[in-house]
T-cell receptor, first 113, second 114 residues
Framework: GNSVTQMEGPVTLSEEAFLTINCTYT??????LFWYVQYPGEGLQLLLK?????DKGSNKGFEATYRKETTSFHLEKGSVQVSDSAVYFC????????????FGKGTRLSVIA | DTGVSQNPRHKITKRGQNVTFRCDPI?????LYWYRQTLGQGPEFLTY????????KSRLLSDRFSAERPKGSFSTLEIQRTEQGDSAMYLC????????????FGQGTRLTVV
């Protein structure tokens, strides 16, 4: 079945540092890929997505590229801020559009000033 | 639209009691999902509806759990004879149908079974 593996946390960075959170997936066909974020005390919200190979999703300075050859969707940001402290979840939905989201375990990011 | 709404936000119950949670999705969304999240884990899929039809249930879902979505609007999730292992955050999400559509999540109902 479909599955997502993301790097274990927690990750602690200083402000303005470069961020990478690795995510790889297992799925048949061409799934859609997502990064969701959960800020403290808030619900899950979509950060970015990509629906086909080589697509790049981007939002709020974060980027991730859908790499079919390496089955990966790594999240990157060039310069993190304290306000980026949150839990980040990689997720996928099946290529048919009829399967629910499957999530990774999440990576907690703490950014210190 | 105020987004996906879940009630109650918190529920404490004694082991063996039944509990029911409600989810009101975004009005134009025909899909509604239930997930469970425990500390340090990602959301785990429980079940989903398209309009009023329940299309899929997780194989991990105990028969003590039941969900309904009458008339394709709000949904309820009931847990019968609660156990301590049911303690978790229960999340509801809704979306339009289609490939790669975004799911919008509610803030969840935190269940504590004592």
């Amino acid at each position: 079945g479909n599955s997502v593996t993301q790097m274990e946390g927690p990750v602690t960075l200083s402000e303005e540092a470069f961020l990478t959170i690795n995510c790889t997936y297992t799925a048949t066909g061409y799934p859609s890929l997502f990064w969701y974020v959960q800020y403290p005390g808030e619900g899950l919200q979509l950060l970015l997505k990509a629906t086909k190979a080589d697509d790049k999703g981007s939002n709020k300075g974060f980027e991730a590229t859908y790499r079919k050859e390496t089955t990966s969707f790594h999240l990157e940001k060039g310069s993190v801020q304290v306000s980026d402290s949150a839990v980040y979840f990689c997720a996928l939905s099946g290529s048919s559009g009829n399967t629910p989201l499957v999530f990774g375990k999440g990576t907690r990011l703490s950014v210190i000033a | 639209d105020t987004g996906v709404s879940q009630n109650p936000r918190h529920k404490i119950t004694k082991r063996g009691q039944n509990v029911t949670f409600r989810c009101d999705p975004i009005s134009e969304h025909n899909r509604l999902y239930w997930y469970r999240q425990t500390l340090g884990q990602g959301p785990e899929f429980l079940t989903y509806f398209q309009n009023e039809a329940q299309l899929e249930k997780s194989r991990l879902l105990s028969d003590r759990f039941s969900a309904e979505r009458p008339k394709g609007s709000f949904s309820t999730l009931e847990i019968q004879r609660t156990e301590q292992g049911d303690s978790a955050m229960y999340l509801c999400a809704s979306s339009q149908e289609g490939v790669g559509t975004e799911a919008f999540f509610g803030q969840g109902t935190r269940l504590t079974v004592v």
